[in-house]
T-cell receptor, first 117, second 111 residues
């Protein structure tokens, strides 16, 4: 069964450093997303991406964040200057189509645990 | 923006009993309501979803109901089993899958 894969599974970084979280969505999916989950809290939407551009982004997704699809398979989340409060589990997800139609299920990756020290 | 509330925050049931988790949402434009199950340390996984043109949907032991007028939707699990123990998140969204998740319900099924 195809799945979304994320690397690394765990990233430790010093405050102020840049990190790039990587995701390989399911190959025929068209919509890509990043979510984060602070330990013990709910999953929060960060950004959605379609047709090589950001579709929507939340208030969390400020200028420190950026996303990129550098090639036909990878989807990355960059945090330019990490803060302690960026420590969380970051989930990538992908779906074949948008809400309201068929095949709208968002498949989540296993997550990258980011620890900022 | 959308705001999703979820109750209860924790729920313990005896194996074989039913469990009900309730959510409310605020944005009448929301038209897609998925439920995710998250086992400890693992990714959220979709277990069932419902769209705004459907009032009830069932898949084996799991059912979801939606009341658009009241902006309520609920998850029902019958004949609970220990492997149903997890955190369950409801979510509500409009086009684009930028769901707003509820705060989660930790379900414990006691043997």
């Amino acid at each position: 069964e195809p799945e979304v894969t994320q690397t690394p599974s765990h990233q430790v970084t010093q405050m102020g450093q840049e990190v790039i979280l990587r995701c390989v969505p399911i190959s025929n999916h068209l919509y890509f997303y990043w979510y984060r989950q602070i330990l013990g809290q709910k999953v929060e939407f960060l950004v959605s991406f379609y047709n090589n551009e950001i579709s929507e982004k939340s208030e969390i997704f400020d200028d420190q964040f950026s996303v990129e699809r550098p090639d036909g398979s990878n989807f990355t989340l960059k945090i330019r200057s990490t803060k302690l409060e960026d420590s969380a589990m970051y989930f990538c997800a992908s779906s074949l189509s948008r809400t309201g139609g068929a095949n709208t299920e968002a498949f989540f990756g296993q997550g990258t645990r980011l620890t900022v020290v | 923006g959308e705001n999703v509330e979820q109750h209860p925050s924790t729920l313990s049931v005896q194996e074989g009993d039913s469990a009900v988790i309730k959510c409310t949402y605020s944005d009448s434009a929301s038209n897609y309501f998925p439920w995710y199950k998250q086992e400890l340390g693992k990714r959220p996984q979709l277990i069932i979803d419902i769209r705004s043109n459907v009032g009830e949907k069932k898949d084996q032991r799991i059912a979801v109901t939606l009341n658009k007028t009241a902006k309520h939707f609920s998850l029902h699990i019958t004949e609970t089993q220990p492997e149903d123990s997890a955190v369950y998140f409801c979510a509500a969204g409009d086009y684009g899958q930028n769901f707003v998740f509820g705060p989660g319900t930790r379900l414990s099924v006691l043997p």
